[in-house]
């Protein structure tokens, strides 16, 4: 079982930074990655970033190079730096945990309470 928290988000002007965080507890050791999802008001809930324990990083085309993914072992965080934030950028993001647990390292999945990031113009 693993609880995920975020935290940061809020209202930003158009240009403006955000930085989101996510802290884990649980079963830390299981989480295999991490990563932040979003989701505006009628549309679906889709990738923005995702980091696995050894660094590696993913991101949506939509964000590369404007958002960046990073974790903090010691404090068991994952944050999302958010920078030339635009309009289209606005909606609920939530923080995810990819999951093996168990001896046969069954999948599972994680999921914050989200927070909101509004982006004006």
Not at 79 to 106: F, H, I, K, W
Request: proline content about 2%; glycine content about 12%; some cysteine.
């Amino acid at each position: 079982q693993v609880h995920l928290v975020e935290s940061g988000g809020g209202l930003v002007q158009v240009g403006g930074s955000l930085r989101l965080s996510c802290a884990a507890s649980g079963s830390i050791v299981s989480i295999n990655a991490m990563g932040w999802y979003r989701q505006a008001p009628g549309k679906q809930r889709d990738l923005v970033a995702t980091i696995t324990n050894s660094g590696s990083t993913n991101y949506a085309d939509s964000v590369k190079g404007r958002f960046t993914i990073s974790r903090d072992n010691a404090k068991n965080t994952v944050y999302l730096q958010m920078n030339s934030l635009e309009p289209e950028d606005t909606g609920v993001y939530y923080c995810n945990a990819d999951t093996r647990e168990g001896y046969l390292r069954t999948r599972y999945a994680y999921w914050g309470q989200g927070t909101q990031v509004t982006v004006s113009s």
